[in-house]
């Protein structure tokens, strides 16, 4: 399936609300990484940890709807953004495969019983490692995790990869950006095995 006029609306207004606003979102450079994982991945469950307003989210979910499968529960603390997210989600025709919560991630995901073969990073940095923790009951052998932030956050999240980088296959990739708080950053892949 591919994305109409109306996803692409969306998502534009969303990433130019996002730079005018500095409302830190992953970028176009990161999330065709993002977007390429997934569509080799082929994921049933996605955990998305940090929703903001819904732009890595609308790319997580529009790489699913063309695979054919899969959904996202995406959890974001702020209550306002959450909901400005959801609107967003339905708006660009993704809302029907996306659960929106709110709270904090690392209590949230301790409620998630599904299996998960994917979960992606992109909340505060100190939260990472106890996000990990919860929900790693629930990762399936050879699930993928990718860590945001990790070129401009690495000292905040230091336990994380510290633990990542210990126990699992784990890489960082860099990215060439146009943002305006970040020209450079990496993602942390993991592939995590039991």
Known sequence: MVSGPEFRRVLKTVEDRCRKQSIYMVGPEKAR???????????????????????????????????????????????????????????????????????DAAVVLKEVYEAVDFLFLDNSYSNYHPCLLSIMPRLKDGAIIVADNVGIGASGMADYLTYVRSHFESRSHWFELDLPWASRDAMEVTIYTT
């Open 33 to 103: 990484f993002l977007r390429s994982l997934i569509l080799r991945a082929k994921p049933r469950c996605v955990i998305e940890c940090g929703t903001a307003i819904g732009y890595s989210g609308l790319h997580i979910a529009d790489s699913l709807r063309r695979s054919g499968e899969g959904r996202l529960i995406t959890v974001e603390i702020n209550h306002e953004r959450a909901m400005e997210a959801e609107q967003n989600f339905y708006k660009a025709g993704v809302g029907n495969i996306i659960d929106v919560r709110t709270g």
